[in-house]
């Protein structure tokens, strides 16, 4: 009997009630994360490839955290435009106990303590090459030398009271490293989010642009990142960095790799979240700037494309526009 005219699939879409019952995915302000750029500047800097994006003082920082919680926004990440005096071929300034990122993390804890603060683990934001770690002599970013530096840039957020660390830069075994050091530091429940599967994309150019590594930036990124062409090596760098004592993991870019976030949902039912990055943010902005689509129902279907390929929360610069929208 499973045949038309006894089955008819349309029977369950026929109102908005019985749409929302049967809903498989459901999408709330708690799946988001939203990203933010900090200035060193006194005031708001608008990112013209970013439009909508702002980074801003520590101040406004502090008021996006307090819109974000107002909206359910769980947790806001936080990303540093260090100033061109301070940045170097080490990237020393990552390690400044009073660097911008950790002025930020202080400011948060005291005036939001009910926001997740997530911080980024990797030195281009303060490299004056913008690679995420230190560079030999033939321009290869080297593995273990860059892990040692990140291990320290780690505990000095954990110190200004990160909640999640998330590292972004690639390196091999900098997962384990950063846990051991956090447990021998006593930070036993600040997490780790790894950015386990992290490609070598063109999607990344706004957020270059955001902490001001773009125009800094010597050849790319591929030596460390992952190619576009591989799912297999998504699952063995999932694999090692759970096993090294990440908490969550992250796929990103997002919606041009759903496919490996299905394939490790599935793969290792852990806590998912995908990073729905700058590029894919311009994209729609585009999109909706040449009248080719509506902004609300880009932002709404995308980020329940996560939800249903498994994320357990999504990274998006329209995290508060989102929240808005489902009603917060
Ligand atoms: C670098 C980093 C990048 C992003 C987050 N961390 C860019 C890159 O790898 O060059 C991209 C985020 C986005 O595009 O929104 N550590």
Request: aromatic share 6%; hydrophobic share 45%; with cysteine.
């Amino acid at each position: 009997m499973s045949r038309y005219p006894a089955i008819r699939l349309r029977r369950t879409r026929v109102a908005p009630w019985s749409r929302r019952l049967h809903a498989e995915t459901v999408l709330t302000p708690a799946d988001l994360i939203w990203p933010l750029f900090i200035t060193a500047g006194g005031e708001e800097e608008p990112i013209a490839s970013l439009p909508g994006v702002s980074r801003w003082p520590v101040s406004g920082i502090v008021a996006r955290a307090k819109e974000a919680a107002a909206l359910g926004i769980p947790c806001v990440a936080l990303f540093p435009n260090t100033p061109a005096d301070k940045r170097s071929d080490e990237g020393e300034e990552a390690l400044n106990p009073d660097n911008l990122m950790c002025q930020a993390i202080r400011a948060l804890k005291d005036a939001v303590p009910e926001i997740g603060v997530l911080t980024d683990v990797a030195l281009d934001p303060y490299t004056s090459h913008g690679h995420d770690g230190l560079v030999d002599a033939a321009g290869y970013v080297r593995n273990d030398a860059t892990a040692d530096v990140l291990v320290q840039q780690a505990l000095n957020q954990a110190a200004a009271g990160a909640d999640i660390i998330a590292p972004s830069d690639m390196m091999d075994g900098r997962i384990g490293l950063i846990r051991e050091a956090l447990e021998e530091e006593g930070h036993v429940n600040v997490q780790i989010m790894a950015y386990a599967a992290k490609y070598a994309s063109g999607f990344y150019g706004p957020f270059r642009d955001a902490v001001g590594s773009r125009g800094r930036l010597k050849g790319d990124k591929k030596t460390y990142q992952m190619d576009p062409a591989n799912a297999e090596e998504a699952l063995r760098e999932v694999a090692l960095d759970l096993d090294e004592g990440a908490d969550s993991v992250m796929v990103k870019p997002g919606l041009p790799y759903l496919d490996i976030i299905a394939r490790v949902k599935a793969a290792f039912e852990v806590p998912v979240f995908a990073y729905q990055v700058s590029g894919e943010y311009a994209m729609i902005e585009a999109a909706v700037a040449a009248g080719a689509a509506e902004r609300d129902a880009l932002v709404l279907e995308t980020l329940l494309a996560f939800k249903r390929a498994g994320c357990s929360g999504v990274l998006s610069y329209h995290a508060p526009h989102a929240a808005r929208l489902m009603g917060a």
